[in-house]
């Protein structure tokens, strides 16, 4: 049985941190693509990013340097370091894992990320 479980969510303050989490059961986690979506309010499921097996990584424009994704496969971990958070990365964050020539994407619940003052 699949399951992609998220944490780390919460609200933070402009200019702040915070570090998601998503831990993977059910899959051979390491040959996975790993990626972080979100979803705002009015607006569609966007890739944020996303990290392949051997560890390349790719950004949205709009979180590029100051988002990483990394992965630990000993732990079946995907992370997003969200630093110098702005309002607009408000949403709902998902995890996501894709077999590189799958055809079956599997999702987390979700977890709500809200920057305000």
């Known amino acids: 049985q699949v399951q992609l479980v998220e944490s780390g969510g919460g609200l933070v303050q402009p200019g702040g941190s915070l570090r998601l989490s998503c831990a993977a059961s059910?899959?051979?986690?390491?040959?996975?693509?790993m990626g972080w979506y979100r979803q705002a309010p009015g607006s569609q499921r966007e890739l944020v990013a996303s990290i392949s097996s051997t560890g390349g990584t790719n950004y949205a424009e709009s979180v590029k340097g100051r988002f990483t994704i990394s992965r630990d496969n000993a732990k079946n971990t995907v992370y997003l370091q969200m630093n110098s958070l702005k309002p607009e990365d408000t949403a709902v964050y998902y995890c996501n894992g894709k077999r590189m020539y799958g055809d079956y994407e599997y999702w987390g619940q979700g977890t709500q990320v809200t920057v305000s003052s």
């Open positions: 059910g899959i051979n986690f390491s040959i996975y693509v």
